[in-house]
């Protein structure tokens, strides 16, 4: 069973440019979480989807950032006119349920997380 | 809001040793996680440890263990027989019973000597 799949791994991205980053979830998850690491940083949450609906968008900038999570293929985080300050790590993270953390096991699986540089 | 502080920016141990890596954290909840994900330099968050507010016993995994003060609002995981494998940034981070969202330290490196 694949892990929480991430594309690409490493993005680079001139001023002014869009980003779309990629996220595959586990199989059989239907929920989507994505996250942004700024460097010497923690992760600081984004948005959480499920299929076809944004959930919680709480993290989100208000501006150029949008996520969506079609009911077939993966989650995209769309970033347009990008600016330095946008450079980051950002990591997909999924569950197969609504309230994860009362899984036995892991409550969310991560990926390995896509690092966009703005030059 | 829920905040969690990491007032250790680096740690190293020898190898074999043990270490103990802290962590604070503030909340108003009653119900909520405790988690510890290690993440070594290939940037995957790997999930080591985790603890549930209402238990009273502290969470073990192998080597690793937790010193959970519910009072003191503190979580500190312990490593014992440390080994070069464990060399990665440490994150501790909290969830609100029922919530997805985790909120996330700024993280420990720990160095792992031989």
């Known amino acids: 069973n694949a892990g929480v799949m991430q594309n690409p791994r490493h993005l680079v991205r001139r001023r002014g440019q869009e980003a779309r980053l990629r996220c595959s979830p586990m199989?059989?998850?239907?929920?989507v979480y994505w996250y942004r690491q700024l460097p010497e940083e923690g992760l600081k949450f984004m948005v959480y989807?499920?299929?076809?609906?944004?959930?919680?968008e709480s993290g989100m900038p208000k501006e150029r950032f949008s996520a969506e999570f079609p009911k077939e293929g993966p989650s995209i985080l769309r970033i347009q006119q990008v600016v330095r300050g946008d450079s980051a790590a950002y990591f997909c993270?999924?569950?197969?349920?609504?309230?994860?953390?009362?899984?036995?096991?892991?409550?969310?699986?991560f990926g390995n997380g896509t690092r966009l540089t703005v030059t | 809001a829920q905040t969690v502080t990491q007032s250790q920016p680096e740690m190293s141990v020898q190898e074999a040793e043990t270490v103990t890596l802290s962590c604070t954290y503030d909340?108003?909840?009653?119900?909520?996680?405790l988690f510890w994900y290690k993440q070594p330099p290939s940037r995957q968050m790997i999930l080591v440890i985790r603890q549930e507010a209402y238990k009273q016993q502290n969470a073990t995994e192998n080597r690793f263990s937790v010193n959970f003060q519910k009072a003191a609002k503190s979580f500190s995981l312990k490593i014992s027989d440390s080994q070069l494998g464990d060399a990665a940034m440490y994150f501790c981070a909290s969830s609100q019973g029922g919530s997805e969202k985790l909120v996330f330290g700024k993280g420990t490196k720990l160095t792992v000597n031989p």
């Open positions: 993270a999924s569950s197969p349920q609504s309230d994860p953390l009362w899984s036995y096991n892991s409550p969310l699986h």
């Open positions: 909340t108003s909840e009653s119900d909520y996680y």
């Open positions: 199989k059989g998850h239907s929920h």
């Open positions: 989807l499920q299929k076809e609906n944004i959930i919680d």
